[in-house]
């Protein structure tokens, strides 16, 4: 049995349920190394607390599972049939407390699965998942790195096409074409390229606007690559800027190292914030910095934690997120920087390494 699954019963003993139920294909495929998107079909890993766990995957899925998942009892339903009734058929009888994941099951799935279960008690189990998912492991971080190398040679490529003329959505094009042919499975969030104005907008929307040259423009984009994300912005000037865009510039970039260098285990999520964030207020630009410093990476490219002013967990080796505090000035423009950090035992290893220092392009 792999350790996470244990940890699954050592918490089914602690909190006296029966059995637990993982249909996020993203927690399947972290529990048991079988990967799949079943669309609407269903996709159950089945833990009972007396024993042993299997797996519940549409027929046509069986050959694919059976050579990628560690869990080796495997059963499956058709189109046709009704997976509840099946899952029902599987579980050991008088299942009373049933552990599931409550954010991602809808009102109409809990229903049908309540309808062929009857247990008395429902447990969300998102916090086991959290604890396990928030510590990344050796493996998890080599995956991630790959993903960073990635995305950064994909940026390298698309910088390239760069010129006065060619438009935010032709960079996207070139970008996501790029994350196909260097390995990723796909991108990992919506390829964002920001021109002028439009990079005054932290979640604008690249179309037809041409790069013009003396603006500032931004990319932000990630991939998935086996199965974990990655996530980078970096915003350059397109010839020459105005004096102010390129102060904007140095206050994001000085930020950015704050928050890095401030980062370490036993120091909250908080104080990372903070680090960047009382930096751009003393510059006289602390409104123009909406957002939260960060957020946490790994299997999806947005999970927990969040980085922000209020958050005072406290950083543990093995956490992974982002860093990217920015500056949006409209009519002026906008500067986001953000970095993929690895809290180590002695404090940070910055896991993307593409020059931050103001470039020009185009």
Known sequence: MNARINQLYTYMDQHALDAVLVNMPKHVYYLTGFASDPHERFLGLV????????????????????????????????DTDNPYEVLRKHLPAGIQSLGLEKGYLTVSRFEALSEAIGATRYADIDEPLREMRVIKTADEIVRMKHAVRIIEDVLRAGIAQVKPGVTEIELVAELEYQMKKLGASGPSFSTMVLAGEKSAMPHGEPGARAIRSGELLLFDLGVYADGYASDITRTFAVGDISEEQAKIYDIVLQANLRAITATRPGVTLASLDHAAREHITAAGYGEYFMHRLGHGLGLDVHEYPSVHGQNQELLRSGMVFTVEPGIYVPAVGGVRIEDDVLVTDSGVEVLTSFPKELTVIG
Not at 49 to 78: C, G, M, N, W
């Open 47 to 78: 833990i009972p607390r007396q024993a042993e766990p299997f797996l519940l995957v549409p027929a046509l899925d069986l050959e694919a599972a059976q050579a990628a998942s560690d869990v080796k009892l495997i059963y499956t339903h058709t």
